[in-house]
């Protein structure tokens, strides 16, 4: 299982259609304060399934749709898909993908996406799941997060390390 | 189950000093259950010694140094629980430029069996990526995606470090 | 008492916000009292917008902004009740570049009546002070004071990107 | 009033006899992790009165007495004393200068010193309040705690605004 690309629209400040081209081995992300460096990791979460707002830097799930700036009106939905290379096959759709994805509409309405056939949230959870990519199937490090780690009281961090282990 | 989880702990344990020793060229470090309690409800402690540094809560470790700590303790899970691609969003925020390399050359112990995106302001960080992805606010409020090559990355600092000499 | 106090918080607020447009050369930003509280009591709430982007919650705002937003608070306070000398460790180590420069050229309006240590791992901060103490280990385990030349600080993060290229 | 010098001795890693001349305007402090830097930070707080171990990130007081490193041992008590310049010369001894110094030792026996005297605690903090260098009276951004200036609730905000207002 191997991430091959990060599809976002109007997710955070990514108000138009955006495609991340992810390879192996080390990527980096640069850019200057508030570009949205941080959103894309963010979008990452929120498509394997992040339950909490608060966990994406937001007070509301609401918040993660893009909400207009100068001269740009607010998008209908937010949008995330990852596709993932699953060389041997067992989830895969076609040419060997696995695409997951989540939208939120405006209205509330939200929806979880598989090979782009609607499902429900716990179908997207349970193969994440067997792919060892569940919530904390994958390992992230957010900004600013790190102390955390540290600081944490005894019985935290065990939580942390059940969580991985 | 007792059984199992305490033969993980020791093995995330043993790699924790493991990396901190490489990242502290030295030194020591351990994760412990509190003692007393039943493992599977025992908190854990954590212990850190940089090389010729005397023993002592890790609370008196500077920045830099909770940094590289926190860092070799979640490669260390993460080592027992590999995940297919691993989010990093700005950790070398607090460290010199030599534990910035050491702590990127740690990263290759992991860079063939996993996927790093690390999004970071530091100039050691971007030349070791393999490839970088730019982003930037074009348009105010909309995040856009550029390709960036090492070269385009200004030397403003540095330039501005000599013209002051 | 309460008219003193109400005084000083206008003033602090409006400075807020002057300190702010500087650093985000734009941009909006205030500190109100909680409504419907006495005064005396009430807490004290933080609205921040960065120039082009949609006011919203300080949660929203990117580490750099965030940040580049305390620190506009806190030298807002601190022109209210001015000290001789000021104490900043490692304030920049989220901020790009360009923020940086911004920064301490804020600071600049401060200096000629306060003295300010700084704490950096930044070569554009370095290069702004008018003095640089080193702090090393020589002995392991003891610091030891050394007189630093910014020709002193080695380009070794840009010498390795030129390097790459 | 202005800082003119800081001196160090036994202070956490400072074992030896460490001479910090502060001069106007904008001083910076430099070195790779972990050499010392926020431990001079730190003396400054405890020789103004710091009464919370916390604050200077230890558990206990005796923590910031040097504890001893490869083939050094502990020392016998920590001494801090700032000399600062009283050009009004309301409150200086000899030559203008006000000295504050405080020391303790292994014995947990603790003193306070102006212009060389013991005094009590108290004398020290009454000085300091008159001379508008009270705990509140110097503004101390400590490394990592940036965000608590935003992210403390309303009420904890206005505890920080009333010690500076
Ligand atoms: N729903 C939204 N609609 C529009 N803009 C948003 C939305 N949510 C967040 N933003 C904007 O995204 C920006 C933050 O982006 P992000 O946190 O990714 O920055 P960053 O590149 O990580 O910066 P830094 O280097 O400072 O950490 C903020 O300016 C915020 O206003
Ligand atoms: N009482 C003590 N005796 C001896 N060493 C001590 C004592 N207290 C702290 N130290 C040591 O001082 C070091 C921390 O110094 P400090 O926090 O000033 O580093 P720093 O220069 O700010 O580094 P960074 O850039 O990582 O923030 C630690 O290695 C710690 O072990
Ligand atoms: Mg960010
Ligand atoms: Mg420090």
Redesign the pocket.
């Known amino acids: 299982m191997y991430l091959k690309r990060i599809e976002l629209e109007g997710?955070?400040?990514f108000?138009d259609r955006t495609v991340i081209p992810v390879e192996r081995g080390l990527t980096g992300i640069v850019?200057?304060?508030?570009?949205?460096?941080?959103?894309?990791?963010?979008a990452i979460l929120w498509v394997m399934g992040e339950r909490s707002a608060k966990a994406l830097?937001?007070d509301a799930m609401e918040?993660?749709?893009?909400?207009?700036?100068e001269g740009r009106s607010?998008a209908p939905y937010?949008m995330v898909e990852v596709v993932l290379g699953d060389d041997e096959g067992r989830h895969a759709g076609p040419g060997g993908e696995l695409a997951v994805g989540r939208r939120l509409f405006q209205t509330g309405e939200s929806e979880f996406l598989l090979n782009g056939r609607k499902v429900r949230r716990k179908d997207v959870h349970d193969l994440l799941m067997d792919t060892g990519l569940g919530v904390q199937g994958y390992m992230v490090l957010a900004?600013g997060k790190i102390d955390a780690v540290l600081a944490a009281n005894p019985a935290e961090r065990r939580s942390v390390f059940e969580e991985a282990a | 189950c007792r059984e199992k989880f305490l033969e993980t702990f020791e093995a995330v344990s043993g790699r924790f000093e493991q990396i901190f020793r490489r990242l502290f060229r030295g030194g020591k470090a351990e994760i412990k259950l509190a003692p007393d309690e039943d493992p599977l409800e025992a908190g854990i402690e954590i212990t850190a010694r940089p090389p010729g540094k005397d023993l002592r809560s890790i609370k008196l470790l500077s920045g830099g140094e909770r940094t590289l700590t926190a860092l070799a303790l979640l490669l260390a899970v993460f080592r027992s629980r590999p995940s297919p691609f691993c989010l990093l969003?700005?950790v070398d925020a607090a460290l010199d430029d030599a534990n910035v390399e050491r702590f990127t050359e740690a990263l290759d112990d992991f860079t063939h069996d996993t996927q790093f995106l690390v999004?970071t302001?530091n100039r050691i960080t971007m030349a070791r990526c393999e490839r970088l992805f730019g982003?930037t606010m074009r348009r105010r409020?909309v995040?856009l995606l550029v390709g960036v090559e090492l070269s385009d990355i200004p030397e403003e600092s540095s330039d501005r470090g000599k013209a002051a000499e």
């Open positions: 997710f955070k400040s108000a850019g200057p304060n508030g570009c949205g460096k941080s959103n894309v990791v963010d830097r937001a918040d993660v749709i893009f909400k207009g700036s607010e937010a900004q | 969003d700005e999004v302001h982003v409020g995040s």
